[in-house]
């Protein structure tokens, strides 16, 4: 039985009602490396500028951010280990699950807190990738608890969401020489802490798809599928 890797957000993928196993068994055959993926590299920029601004103000203030405030008392920033290090084997499945939160902050009685960043607008409940984070967040809680990170006692997600509406009277303060600067706001999503009951139910699914000889059957409707199809036909073609 060959080692399969995945990541606490493609563990996500499983979780989403649209779910396609035919998709998901070829990006795993494919290593994740599919054509024509293209992803803005500006997120991650964000998530860790956010992350430098939450350490800063705590190594200068000895408190964090006004915006965390609503999920009480965090205690203090600890050092994340590397997405190499921050990882489990599971051994009944021998799927190696790996990730790296934005912010594990250490409550004083000893028990973690793990937060995810994300860039986007704000809704409680609309946000499309929400079962994604869900699963995304408790993978982490799970490789935590077995790194070191014993015992973890919540999850949130932090939304910072651009502030794109200009004040005419506040153009100034918003100009500098080579540009301009546009603020963020946060916003805190406290998520249900489940992992140990929702990720090793999803590490075996990762396995019984992926040992299928050949991809399972996809969505008769999808409009991918079938655009594929017709490439595949016109390829045929030219040959
Ligand atoms: S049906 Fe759609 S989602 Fe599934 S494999 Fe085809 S393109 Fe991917």
Partial sequence: MAQIRISAKDLGGLALPNFCPRCFWIKMHCSNKLPFQIFPGIFSSIDSYTKKVTNTHFARYSQLPSWLKE???????????????????????????????????????????????????????????????EVQLNAYAYIGKRQGFDPVSGI???????????VQEELDSKLWENGFLMGFAGHVLQLKLEDELKIPSLLKEVRRIYDQKSPPPGDQDCRDCKLLDQLIVTAMGHI
Avoid at 107 to 120: A, L, M, N, V, W
Wanted: charge should be negative.
């Fill in 71 to 133: 999920l009480g008392d965090l205690g203090k920033p600890v050092k994340v280990p590397h997405y190499s290090k921050f990882c489990i084997v599971d051994e009944k499945t021998d799927v190696k699950l790996t990730g790296m939160p934005d912010e594990i902050l250490q409550r004083e009685d000893g028990s973690h807190f793990i937060i995810d960043y994300k860039t986007s607008k704000f809704t409680k409940t609309q946000d499309s990738l929400l079962p994604v984070y």
């Fill in 156 to 166: 949130a997600l932090v939304y910072m969401e651009p502030q794109t509406d200009l």
